[in-house]
């Protein structure tokens, strides 16, 4: 619900903005940087650690950050481009491709379901052992899913100028912190492990860092707003 909520967003916006969507997606980033860096990979070595010493746990946490770079990058690679090159400028960049801030939007919403799988699972797994700590889990979680619903629904907003499927589309993508919560009760309670948990986490961490740094902050920049999309992601 809380990406749904960051996907409202759409409705206050009636026209193309770019100096916004150039701050926006700035801040999208930053958000992804900063959870990445801040939160999935301390969360990956603390789990990780619980197995094997420090030192073979900052490898497996390594290895399985670009493993999930390696496995987004992949994506990317069989994600059709654009058949021409676009110049993207102040003067020609509302002609710009639609399917190329579709894709962003789409690639946003891929990364943050497959983000949302594993932290709706970490909720449950904590609630399951104590009720209290999964509260603070989740109240953490729907805060941050906000902007998240903010950075698929601007993207797919601007491509289709169609509200209602940028506001579900953030909706949907939201959509996995529930089901991680379902399967981890209905499948992976009894086989789910530290190292497993650990490993995810990072490897999401890679995903999340890679859709920053070649989807959202390349398309902020092509705006011509650099100082702009800079600030958004500071703020973010």
């Known amino acids: 619900l809380s990406t749904g ?15 916004f969507l150039s701050m926006s997606l700035g801040f999208s980033a930053g958000v992804m940087i900063y959870v990445s860096f801040m939160e999935l990979i301390p969360e990956a070595l603390t789990y990780i650690q619980s197995s094997y010493n420090e030192k073979l746990s900052y490898i497996y946490m390594v290895l399985a950050f ?28 509302e002609h710009s491709t639609i399917n190329h801030y579709k894709r962003v939007g789409l690639f946003t919403a891929l990364a943050i379901a497959i983000h949302n799988f594993p932290e709706g699972l970490a909720t449950f797994i904590s609630s399951y052992n104590d009720i209290t700590i999964g509260i603070s889990i989740a109240i953490a979680v729907a805060i941050h899913n906000i902007p998240e619903g903010m950075s698929v629904a601007i993207p797919i ?19 996995a912190e529930p089901i991680g919560a379902l399967i ?3 499948i992976l309670l009894p086989f789910i492990n530290p190292v ?18 070649d989807e959202l902050l390349p ?18």
């Open 5 to 19: 909520i960051g996907g409202l967003i759409v409705y206050f916006s009636n026209k193309v903005n770019l100096k």
């Open 66 to 93: 670009f493993a999930g770079i390696f496995f987004i990058a992949i994506i990317d690679r069989f994600v059709p481009e654009a058949d021409n090159p676009h110049e993207y400028t102040k003067i020609n960049v």
């Open 157 to 175: 907003f601007y491509a289709t100028k169609n509200k209602r499927k940028a506001f579900l589309t953030s909706l949907y993508s939201g959509m």
């Open 184 to 186: 981890g009760f209905l």
């Open 196 to 213: 497993l948990m650990g490993l995810v986490f990072a490897f999401v961490a890679g995903i999340m860092i890679y859709i920053s740094i």
């Open 219 to 236: 398309s902020a920049e092509k705006f011509g707003y650099h100082h702009l999309s800079i600030y958004g992601l500071i703020l973010g």
